[in-house]
């Protein structure tokens, strides 16, 4: 079992800066790739960003490719966020997420919702124009 718990959410103006943190525990050497999901109202969960679990590969979805950093700190089993130049758009709520399966040769991507196990609860990114 891996828990999860995100941290850092908040408001922003446009263009505005924040920095989201997740801190794991419990068998976080099971894990392959961790990654950033958000959910917006009435909106369907997405991938944001993700990485591997060496910290050799990083994902990045269209949307926020130039704006957001993933990065991780294995001794403090943490995972940041950080997003720079902020639109309305990115307003949603942000989890943090762990895969403990190798991406697949055929039909997976690293922003494959159901490939991912293990979730926290949420924190509420609003970015307000």
């Known amino acids: 079992q891996v828990q999860l718990v995100e941290s850092g959410g908040g408001s922003a103006q446009t263009g505005g800066s924040l920095r989201l943190s997740c801190t794991a525990s419990g068998n976080t050497y099971r894990t392959y790739y961790m990654a950033w999901f958000r959910q917006a109202p009435g909106k369907e969960r997405e991938e944001v960003i993700g990485?591997?679990?060496?910290?050799?590969?990083?994902y990045y979805a269209e949307s926020v490719k130039g704006r957001f950093t993933i990065s991780q700190d294995k001794a403090k089993s943490t995972l940041s966020l950080q997003m720079l130049s902020l639109k309305p758009e990115d307003t949603a709520i942000y989890y943090c997420?762990?895969?403990?399966?190798?991406?697949?040769?055929?039909?997976?991507?690293?922003?494959?919702?159901?490939?991912?196990?293990?979730w926290g609860q949420g924190t509420q990114v609003t970015v307000s124009s």
């Open positions: 990485i591997s679990s060496g910290g050799t590969i990083t």
């Open positions: 997420a762990a895969r403990d399966t190798p991406l697949s040769l055929f039909g997976d991507s690293w922003g494959r919702l159901d490939k991912y196990r293990y």
